[in-house]
C-alpha cells in the first residue's frame, strides 16, 4: 500500500483527503450568472429607452414623418428674398397654408395647386396693385387676394413631409455624431454639420423630428408631425381658407381701357351711357372675369365726382371686350344742366380670383391629401 502524498499531521486519522465540496464552486457560478444576467438587463434596457444611435434615430424619425399627411413649422422659413415667420404648415402634395410675417406683413397665406393667395389688410393691398386709386373693393378688414407665384421665392416641396423623410435618411448615411440638448423641454440628440442642416430628434423609444435649422432653404423652426385627426383638422382649416375666396381678388392682372366710345351722353340728361373696350395688359389662356366700374368726373380726372356704374367682362387672350353700363342720379342730371360740357371717363377694375370651380378644385385637392 503506498504512502499518502502528504502526511497527515500528528493525531489525524490515516486515509485520502476528503473531497471538496462543489456547492461553493456552483452558488458561485450561478452568483456569478444572476450579475451577468443583470448586466445584459441593464444593458438592454438603456439602448431600449434612450440608447439608440444617431443613424437609428435619424431613420426611425425618417418612416414617421413620411408617414404623416401635414408638417407643421414653427418659427422662421426663408427662399430668396422671402422671409416668413410664424406657424406654417405644408402638407404631402406641397400644399400650405398658416397665418405669417411676409417680410413684415401679417398675412394669412394659403399656396395650392400652383396659386397663391393672401389674407391681408387694405395697406397691404393698395401697394400690390398699385393702383392710382385706391382700390373701390377694398374694404376695412383683411381681404383675400391672389398673387402671381413669382411673388413668392420659396418652394414649398423643399418644405414637405417627404422631403423632410429624404434629408434624414441622407444623413443618417454619413454617420454623424450627437450631443445631447433638450427641445422646449424635451430630452434630445443634435445632430448637426450633414447636408447643411441641423436635426434635433427626440431620444426615445419612439424619436421624431422636433426642430430642424437648414442653410437651403434657409429654415429655423420647431417642427410638429401629423397624422390622423389632427392631420384632417389641418387640412380642414385650410379647405375652409379656400371657401372664403369666394369674394377673392386677382392683384396679378391688369385690365385697362384700350378706347372709350364718343359722343354717348348729352346735356340736360339725366344719366350718361359709358362704354369702353377693356384689354388685358399681358395676353392670357384662362378666362378672367372682370368688374369694371366706370366713374364720370367733371373737367378733369380729378375732378368732382359726377357718379359710377358698374357692369362684368369676361376677358381671354389679348383681345378687348366692349363694357358698358349708364351712370345715373342727382349729380350727372344736374352737372348736366349746368351748361358745363367737359366730363372725364375713368375705370377701376376688380379681378375675380377665383371662380367657383376653381375653388371646389381646391377643395378637392385638398380632400385627396
Known amino acids: 500500500m503506498?504512502?499518502?502524498?502528504?502526511?497527515?499531521?500528528?493525531?489525524?486519522?490515516?486515509?485520502?483527503?476528503?473531497?471538496?465540496?462543489?456547492g461553493a464552486l456552483i452558488a458561485a457560478l450561478v452568483g456569478?450568472?444572476?450579475?451577468?444576467?443583470?448586466?445584459?438587463a441593464i444593458v438592454v434596457v438603456a439602448l431600449a429607452g434612450g440608447?439608440?444611435?444617431p443613424e437609428q434615430l435619424l431613420t426611425a424619425a425618417a418612416a414617421k414623418i413620411d408617414a404623416a399627411r401635414v408638417v407643421s413649422y414653427k418659427g422662421s422659413v426663408s427662399g430668396g428674398g422671402d422671409t416668413l415667420n410664424g406657424?406654417?404648415?405644408v402638407t404631402k402634395g406641397a400644399r400650405a397654408s398658416g397665418?405669417?410675417?411676409?417680410?413684415?406683413?401679417?398675412?394669412?397665406?394659403?399656396?395650392?395647386?400652383?396659386?397663391?393667395?393672401?389674407?391681408?389688410?387694405?395697406?397691404?393691398?393698395?401697394?400690390?396693385?398699385?393702383?392710382?386709386n385706391e382700390p373701390y373693393f377694398l374694404g376695412s378688414g383683411p381681404q383675400w387676394g391672389k398673387l402671381g407665384t413669382s411673388k413668392l421665392t420659396l418652394d414649398f416641396k423643399d418644405l414637405t413631409p417627404g422631403t423632410l423623410a429624404?434629408?434624414?435618411r441622407q444623413a443618417a448615411r454619413y454617420k454623424p455624431k450627437a450631443t445631447e440638448t433638450t427641445v422646449s423641454g424635451r430630452k434630445a440628440k443634435r445632430i448637426s454639420g450633414v447636408l447643411g442642416g441641423t436635426f434635433y430628434l427626440s431620444?426615445?423609444?419612439?424619436?421624431?423630428?422636433l426642430r430642424y435649422e437648414s442653410t437651403l432653404p434657409r429654415v429655423s423652426a420647431d417642427i410638429t408631425t401629423r397624422s390622423g385627426g389632427d392631420a384632417s383638422s389641418e387640412i380642414s382649416e385650410m379647405r375652409t381658407r379656400a371657401g372664403e375666396l369666394k369674394d377673392s381678388f386677382d392683384a396679378s392682372v391688369r385690365p385697362m381701357v384700350a378706347e372709350y366710345a364718343k359722343g354717348l351722353c348729352q346735356t340736360n340728361s339725366s344719366s350718361c351711357r359709358v362704354r369702353g373696350k377693356v384689354r388685358m395688359l399681358s395676353s392670357s389662356a384662362e378666362s378672367v372675369k372682370v368688374e369694371v366700374r366706370f366713374r364720370l368726373t367733371a373737367g378733369s380726372s380729378t375732378g368732382r365726382d359726377l357718379g359710377n356704374c358698374t357692369t362684368d367682362v369676361t376677358l381671354r387672350g389679348s383681345e378687348?371686350?366692349?363694357?358698358?353700363?349708364?351712370?345715373?342720379?342727382?349729380?350727372?342730371?344736374?352737372?348736366?344742366?349746368s351748361g358745363s360740357r367737359s366730363y372725364y371717363q375713368n375705370a377701376d377694375f376688380k379681378v375675380s380670383g377665383a371662380s367657383d370651380s376653381e375653388i371646389q378644385s381646391l377643395q378637392n385637392g385638398l380632400s385627396q391629401e
Open 2 to 22: 503506498g504512502q499518502p502524498p502528504f502526511p497527515p499531521p500528528p493525531g489525524a486519522p490515516l486515509g485520502m483527503p476528503p473531497k471538496r465540496s462543489n
Open 203 to 209: 431620444d426615445s423609444d419612439d424619436p421624431e423630428l
Open 320 to 337: 378687348g371686350v366692349w363694357a358698358e353700363c349708364r351712370v345715373s342720379g342727382g349729380a350727372w342730371s344736374s352737372w348736366s344742366r
Open 51 to 53: 440608447g439608440k444611435t
Open 32 to 40: 456569478g450568472g444572476l450579475v451577468v444576467i443583470i448586466l445584459i
Open 87 to 89: 406657424e406654417l404648415s
Open 99 to 132: 397665418q405669417v410675417s411676409w417680410n413684415g406683413d401679417d398675412v394669412t397665406l394659403l399656396s395650392a395647386d400652383g396659386k397663391l393667395y393672401v389674407k391681408a389688410d387694405g395697406t397691404y393691398w393698395k401697394r400690390q396693385t398699385l393702383s392710382a
Open 166 to 168: 429624404s434629408k434624414l
